[in-house]
């Protein structure tokens, strides 16, 4: 194996270290027992409560951190935005299919933004002002989530034209963005068949214009 692909398999380890299982175990639960069965942040926070959600979200957010800025480089000497964003890519799918919990893990969103965070601020601010617009509009994390990481491809080429992101990068990027899409979408296929049937829950605190519109009369 490649030096390069020793890499590739170390950021995918690190993702495999699922903040909700992990906390679980300490605490003598296995959240994909409970709720919606997902190893996430969302399930962690409705079955276990928001400071367990917290420290999930921290890990699962870090080790993607680590692993895009430390990883790359560490075997082949030569790091490079490819090499990063491929690091960042294999850790979602180890949060997703973790090798140390029987390949059932969460929907990749955290070990997401914490890949945005290690190697774009400005893109993570972007993709979360899309979430919470969501969030505001409809209530449901799923779509949100969703919608949010699809608008990744749209904000790269902006990225590139406003020069935040540079032309070299544009590629890596989209490619990289394209591919988070796809698989975002495929993980919450389960939120967009309770959409369709109508049992999706929504998360109230954060609807807000449903909750403006059961104030001022109308449709809740």
Known sequence: MSTYGLEILLAYLLGSINGSLVLGRLRGVDIRTQGS??????????????WFA??????DVAKAWLAV????????GSPSEWLALACGFAAIVGHVYPIFHDFRGGKGVATLLGTLL??????LFAVLAVWFLMMFAFGYVGLGSIVATASLPALIFLGADLGYIGESARWPWSVFALACALFVAWTHRSNLA???AGTEPR??????WG????????AP
């Open 69 to 76: 800025r430390f990883v790359p480089g560490v075997a082949s």
């Open 194 to 196: 309770r959409m369709r």
């Open 54 to 59: 917290l420290g999930v979200i921290v890990i």
């Open 118 to 123: 290690a190697v774009s601020p400005i893109l």
């Open 211 to 218: 909750r403006w519109r059961g104030l001022s009369g109308g």
């Open 203 to 208: 998360a109230r605190r954060l609807w807000l």
């Open 37 to 50: 069965g997902n190893a996430g942040g969302t399930n962690a926070l409705r079955t276990q409560g928001r």
